[in-house]
């Protein structure tokens, strides 16, 4: 009968967990913990009362005492589920019809076995736990996933009053012995509480382990969105502020020149340029891709313009990347507030994307937005505007303008202004017909393409339109055109083979296209670059290094790379008459360049006097405001046609050694 008895006894039991199991519900460890706690607690001094009372027990009497210690332990597990979750409500019937069963067991041990009135009680136990189960609504597991577990009093009292009674329980078996059973329920509890504590105390870490995760971008180590919204939204109003949002530029040619491993190490060292020397007040963050953010608390427009003076300076410095150096310059936008102009972080952070628009557009490294009105003109954000770019090149806003190069030779001593002039070529530069701001420069539209992401789509676009206007002209003008080309198209190995089917389609020879490629460019993967701009020149495409001067490395390409024309950056010539340093620059880089077996373009000519200079140091063609502005493609034919017969191109020759 015991037997049966204990069976049932144990499947009753089960019948508050299978309740929770209808409930769905998963409770932390440290609920069962802090449940544990409290009927140890309660049951070690309960023992302690019973055998207090009770004299010689036998093994009746204690098997009962076991029946009503595990009835304290499971009401005490399902109220402190109930707590902790504060659905007392929801395990309230669970807990009376554990309460009844106790009372039944108690009934049991004081009638000294079966045959109590209070037995009646064990059915009416399970019904009001099958009543529970059944009506539990269906909707309760989205309510209980919706709570968030807080530290309240009531999370503590159970466990609390479990701790103590343990400790009166040893206390009190000091005083007066009350036996093994008390005494090993009381350490019990006291190990389920310390347990408890270990288990907050790692919960603690995590937390705070997950808070740091969540405030910080994993990749550099500086601080994300959430930091930044943090920052702003902290800024005092009666003290002025300002946020710096600085942009790396052509920051996507390290990503597809040298590999994203490159483009992450990058981020991290120029992470690191902002984050050192004196922090104090300031809040680095990165934003996304190579956009970072610096919060400046106390500081007005000239602090804050100098700060970003000096960090688009530190950003500016040559980095050394998996053996390649790399030199990336940096846009700096700055938005300011003043005291009693308070300006809402949403509104912040607008105008600084919007000053580091402007700052991309100008070709400027800083530009400060002091909360002055805003001019009707103001620029569009860098997103829109990519965006817009993006319609652009899909409808055929985009069109070329092209600058003439002129070869210019004395006609006479060198000083009395006679010359002769033959065109020997043109530059192509894009310019944006945009429907409502009017015509855009190159600069304007370079950023946007490289905000969006746009720069390959940009480089086809612009290839193209090239190779067909000088199909157009080719027949009376036998005038080539040059094309200057970003990293991530001189990366692409597939470039030669579209270049060579253009111009098929053109019917025209390899000679009437000159590919320019900006001397940064070939440092980001000099290896690739220069395998597809030697496939280019074998095919007979003519290679320029363009912005010559303006680097650190080229004298160390010069020997390598398939280049037969160097482009004087206007840097180098434009103080060549007032400038003997500047002087002495171009004759020994024209020298050089000669030696090589290499042409030379001066850029940026301006008036007579550069012009005079660069044809006396032997400069074999010119290019500038002084000897022809960029025009639209139809003024660039009539003008074409009011020359001189222009210098018919011949095959680049082969390049020495």
């Not at 269906?138 to 968030?148: A, G, K, M, N």
């Not at 190490?265 to 340029?273: G, I, K, N, P, S």
């Not at 991530?488 to 000159?514: I, M, S």
């Not at 220069?530 to 390409?557: F, K, N, P, Q």
């Amino acid at each position: 009968m015991d037997g049966v008895y204990g069976a049932a006894y144990l499947a009753l039991l089960a019948m508050p967990f299978l309740f929770l199991r209808r409930l769905r519900l998963r409770p932390h460890p440290t609920v069962w913990v802090d449940g544990l706690t409290t009927g140890l607690g309660a049951l070690a001094l309960a023992a302690a009362l019973v055998l207090a009372t009770v004299d010689d027990a036998d093994a009746a009497t204690m098997l009962a005492l076991g029946y009503v210690g595990a009835d304290l332990l499971l009401i005490a597990l399902l109220a402190s589920l109930g707590s902790v979750l504060g659905c007392l409500r929801s395990v309230l019937l669970p807990v009376l019809a554990v309460g009844l069963q106790l009372v039944a067991d108690l009934g049991q041990y004081l009638a000294g076995g079966l045959g109590a009135p209070s037995d009646l009680l064990y059915v009416t136990g399970p019904v009001l736990l099958a009543w529970a189960a059944h009506r539990c609504p269906p909707d309760w597991t989205v309510r209980e996933q919706s709570w968030r577990l807080r530290l309240e009093v009531r999370r503590i009292v159970l466990p609390a009053g479990g701790a103590t009674a343990a400790l009166v329980v040893l206390a009190w078996s000091a005083l007066h012995p009350l036996g093994p059973a008390p005494v090993l329920l009381a350490v019990a509890a006291l190990v389920s509480m310390a347990t408890r504590t270990v288990l907050t105390l790692r919960a603690t870490e995590n937390f705070y382990e997950l808070r740091a995760q969540a405030l910080s971008d994993p990749l550099t180590g500086l601080g994300n969105r959430r930091t930044l919204d943090a920052a702003l939204a902290d800024l005092p109003d009666d003290l002025p502020a300002a946020l710096l949002l600085l942009d790396l530029d052509s920051f996507r040619d390290v990503n597809d020149g040298l590999g994203h491993a490159a483009g992450d190490e990058v981020l991290r060292l120029q992470a690191a340029r902002l984050t050192g020397g004196d922090q104090t007040g300031r809040v680095a963050v990165r934003l996304e891709g190579d956009t970072f953010a610096l919060v400046l608390r106390g500081t007005g427009p000239e602090e804050a313009r100098r700060v970003a003076e000096e960090m688009a300076t530190r950003l500016r410095a040559p980095l050394q990347v998996d053996g390649t150096r790399v030199r990336l310059t940096a846009s700096v936008g700055v938005a300011v507030t003043t005291p009693g102009r308070p300006s809402g972080p949403l509104a912040l952070l607008r105008r600084a994307d919007e000053a580091l628009t402007q700052a991309k557009h100008r070709a400027e490294a800083v530009v400060v937005d002091d909360q002055t009105p805003a001019h009707p003109g103001v620029e569009v954000s860098r997103l829109q505007l990519a965006d817009e770019l993006h319609t652009a090149i899909s409808t055929a806003q985009l069109v070329l303008w092209f600058q003439p190069q002129l070869h210019v030779a004395p006609a006479g001593p060198v000083g009395t202004g006679g010359r002769t002039t033959t065109v020997a070529g043109c530059e192509a530069l894009v310019r944006w017909e945009h429907p409502d701001r009017g015509l855009l420069g190159p600069e304007t539209i370079l950023s946007a393409a490289e905000h969006g992401r746009l720069l390959p789509a940009l480089g086809d676009a612009v290839l193209g339109m090239a190779v067909a206007a000088v199909g157009g002209w080719w027949a009376r003008f036998p005038v080539p055109v040059s094309v200057n080309l970003s990293a991530t198209d001189l990366g692409d190995r597939r470039l030669p083979e579209r270049v060579h089917g253009l111009l098929q389609q053109h019917h025209l020879p390899p000679w009437a296209l000159t590919i320019e490629v900006v001397e940064d460019t070939l440092m980001v993967d000099p290896t690739r670059v220069a395998e597809v701009l030697r496939d280019l020149r074998d095919m007979g495409v003519g290679v320029a290094l363009d912005d010559y001067g303006t680097g650190y490395s080229s004298l160390s390409y010069l020997h390598e790379l398939p280049v037969d024309e160097l482009k004087l950056d206007r840097s180098l010539t434009r103080d060549l008459a007032t400038n003997p340093t500047a002087t002495a620059i171009a004759r020994h880089s024209i020298a050089l360049a000669h030696d090589l077996g290499l042409r030379v373009v001066g850029e940026g000519i301006e008036d007579p006097e550069a012009l005079d200079a660069l044809v006396a140091l032997g400069c074999d063609t010119v290019q500038g405001y002084l000897t022809g502005r960029p025009m639209p493609s139809a003024a660039w034919t009539t003008w074409l046609a009011e020359q001189a017969a222009p210098v018919l191109p011949v095959a680049p020759a082969p390049i020495p050694g």
